[in-house]
């Protein structure tokens, strides 16, 4: 853990519960590194200054595959010890910029201190859009909307495709049963494109590198289908949310906690966004309380 791990000629990345990319311009007198992602806190910070520094690598840049605290957890120590400049995409700027803004799209309002942890909320840092960036030539941008709105993965040009979050190993489901989504239509639609793909190898943010990205993307439909499907099931019979949240919960034999009930209660919205607007489910009113409801 922590090694770095070279995966093409110029690119390597340090393993992590967060891998972060590492790509070395070697065509600058002075090896320039552009660092894919910051993992979630300081002490990833000084891992990465270390790795740079053993390597005589002068730091170049940050660029975000999107906003969520664990991968722009040490931008602001990086920016504060070496003032290189962060990218990102699109919106996905405004959170980090703003890093209230994750939590409070989770909760839906101000988030209590739980959800303003670092699991949840980093620093604030500054960042531009990747347009701006002077990357090296070669290197490729990828959009992934749907895990993120505008999350990137990024193409090395050595042929080294970052996924970011767009592909969950399987050792996610396994896990929490539902993988995090903003938007979980746009991300089902991302798969077909993901899937289309072609590089010498995959290096995902969480777990191991990979080549078949048929095989993971197959995986992660099948995952994502299921959930929906899952959710239309249960509401045959009207469900509350809490109700809904609580049998999913159930099924997958997962302790329901105030940050998964902010994480996986944001995906679960969007799930019942998705099945509102195909027309498959609906909401109720009777008394006052909303229940969820599949159409026959
Ligand atoms: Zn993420």
Redesign the pocket.
């Known amino acids: 853990m922590y090694d770095l791990i070279q995966v093409g000629e110029n690119t390597y990345y340090i393993e992590s519960p967060v891998n972060v990319g590492i790509y070395v311009d070697s065509t600058k007198e002075e090896k320039e590194a552009w660092i894919i992602d910051t993992g979630l806190d300081l002490r990833m910070g000084k891992r990465i200054a270390k790795h740079l520094q053993a390597n005589g690598w002068k730091p170049k840049a940050i660029i975000n595959?999107?906003?969520?605290a664990?991968?722009i957890g040490s931008n602001a120590y990086l920016q504060k010890e070496f003032g290189i400049p962060a990218y990102s995409n699109g919106m996905d700027c405004r959170f980090i910029e703003n890093t209230i803004l994750s939590p409070m799209a989770l909760w839906g309002s101000y988030p209590p201190k739980v959800l303003q942890t670092p699991l949840f909320k980093a620093p604030d840092s500054s960042v531009r859009d990747i347009s701006e960036a002077d990357l090296p030539q070669g290197f490729e941008v990828i959009n992934f909307p749907g895990?993120?709105l505008y999350?990137i993965g990024l193409r090395t040009p050595d042929d080294i495709v970052f996924t970011?979050?767009m592909l969950c190993s399987p050792f996610v489901f396994e896990k929490y049963g539902i993988a995090?989504n903003y938007h979980a239509a746009g991300y089902f639609r991302q798969l077909d494109e993901a899937e289309k793909l072609e590089a010498k190898l995959f290096v995902p943010?969480h777990g191991e590198p990979f080549t078949d990205i048929k095989a993971l993307t197959e995986i992660n439909r099948k995952a994502v289908l299921s959930v929906k499907n899952l959710i239309a099931e249960i509401c045959r019979t009207p469900h509350t949310f809490d109700e809904l949240i609580q049998a999913l919960f159930n099924h997958y034999n997962i302790p329901l906690t105030l940050g998964q009930y902010a994480v996986t209660g944001s995906t679960v919205r969007s799930y019942l966004t998705w099945l509102y607007d195909e027309g498959i489910a609906e909401p109720l009113f009777e008394n006052n309380l909303m229940r969820w409801h599949t159409k026959q």
Do not use: V
Not at 65 to 68: A, E, K, L, Q, S
């Open positions: 595959t999107h906003c969520h664990d991968h895990h993120s999350m970011a979050d995090f943010a």
